[in-house]
């Protein structure tokens, strides 16, 4: 069975961090693009960050650009997010999602929600 | 405003077919493949169509997607009430280097 869970999410006050870490199981990670996706409390979807199957190759929104990092460890099938100088308008839900060799957002975790308010 | 557009809102009664459209330019779906997804309330996006019009197991064949020219297409035939839920179109942008979403289409079985 495919699982992607997320983990790390919180309440936090602007201008602070958080690491948001996605645990697969269920299919080579190896082979897998990963993605951050996140939503807004009754918005939209909104792509966050890609990162390859090497890790060589990152790309991130404009939203998120010089504030946020993605990484992986292949070796712990494990996704990461780095996320500083946080706003309000970064509070969502955020989703790790797997892109597959037959189709991107293959496979979606649950959820990680992350409030930025003082 | 998203770069993709949808509308906002469709409906259709049991049994119906519908259409929701998705369209953007020539750097995103004019180049790129468009992927679809279901977001039932309080849930994770399920992917429905990859690849433009490919469906994965355990799509029903109820759903069906299309791209052509600029603009993508999901249709869905012979609406049930477990079809309403939140959809969205997604693509790769070539003049953005990153990805993009619709900004989705809620679905209504009236």
């Known amino acids: 069975e495919v699982q992607l869970v997320e983990s790390g999410g919180g309440l936090v006050q602007p201008g602070g961090s958080l690491r948001l870490s996605c645990v697969t199981s269920?299919?080579?990670?190896?082979?897998?693009?990963m993605n951050w996706v996140r939503q807004a409390q009754g918005k939209g979807l909104e792509w966050v960050s890609y990162?390859?199957?090497?890790?060589?190759?990152?790309y991130y929104a404009d939203s998120v650009k010089g504030r946020f990092t993605i990484s992986r460890d292949n070796a712990k099938d494990s996704l990461y997010l780095q996320m500083n100088s946080l706003r309000a308008e970064d509070s969502a839900v955020y989703y790790c999602?797997?892109?597959?060799?037959?189709?991107?957002?293959?496979?979606w975790g649950q959820g990680a929600l992350v409030t930025v308010s003082s | 405003q998203s770069v993709l557009t949808q509308p906002p809102s469709a409906s259709g009664t049991p049994g119906q077919r519908i259409a929701i459209s998705c369209s953007g330019s020539?750097?995103?779906?004019?180049?790129?493949?468009v992927y679809w997804f279901q977001q039932l309330p309080g849930t994770a996006p399920k992917l429905l169509i990859y690849?433009?019009?490919q469906r994965p197991s355990g799509v029903p064949d109820r759903f069906s997607g299309s791209k052509s020219g600029t603009s993508a297409s999901l249709a869905i035939n012979g609406l049930r009430s477990e079809d309403e839920a939140e959809y969205y179109c997604?693509?790769?942008?070539?003049?953005?280097?990153?990805?993009?979403f619709g900004g989705g289409t809620k679905l209504t079985v009236l």
């Open positions: 997604a693509v790769w942008d070539d003049s953005l280097s990153g990805r993009l």
């Open positions: 999602a797997a892109d597959t060799p037959f189709s991107n957002y293959a496979y």
């Open positions: 690849k433009s019009d």
């Open positions: 269920g299919f080579t990670f190896t082979s897998s693009e």
């Open positions: 020539h750097s995103n779906i004019g180049s790129n493949y």
């Open positions: 990162i390859s199957r090497s890790g060589r190759t990152i």
